[in-house]
């Protein structure tokens, strides 16, 4: 079972800027496709962004699209998630999310992952 792990989350302004990074143990990690994920109380969890195993394609919710970048280091097992002009409304607990062994190179799944972190508490202050 892989072990995930994000971390960089904090309160900041609306406007600025905050880098998210997700740690995961899983030794196949460059065949894992990877994504994250929000939740506020009360709500559904919302999904952000995927990434492909060879970073090929990336998928954003719509919410985020132009706003928010994911990446990915393999060879440190990392996928990174760029938020840029943050609104308060992204307030949320973002959770990494691990589809390990996904079949296909170059697909960002928008659901079906397998492992998840506890999450990392994003508040933005208007």
């Given at each position: 079972q892989a072990h995930v792990v994000e971390s960089g989350g904090g309160l900041v302004q609306a406007g600025a800027s905050l880098r998210l990074s997700c740690v995961a143990s899983e030794r196949a990690f460059s065949r894992s496709a990877m994504a994250w994920y929000r939740q506020v109380p009360?709500?559904?969890?919302?999904?952000?962004?995927?990434?492909?195993?060879?970073?090929?394609?990336?998928?954003?919710?719509?919410?985020?699209?132009?706003?928010?970048?994911?990446?990915?280091?393999?060879?440190?097992?990392t996928v990174y998630l760029m938020m840029s002009s943050l609104r308060p409304e992204d307030t949320a607990v973002y959770l990494c999310a691990v589809w390990p062994d996904y079949p296909l190179l170059e697909d960002a799944p928008l659901a079906g992952y397998t492992y998840w972190g506890q999450g990392t508490q994003v508040t933005v202050s208007s």
């Open positions: 009360g709500k559904e969890r919302e999904f952000v962004a995927a990434i492909s195993r060879n970073s090929g394609t990336t998928r954003y919710g719509d919410s985020v699209k132009g706003r928010f970048t994911i990446s990915r280091d393999n060879a440190l097992r």
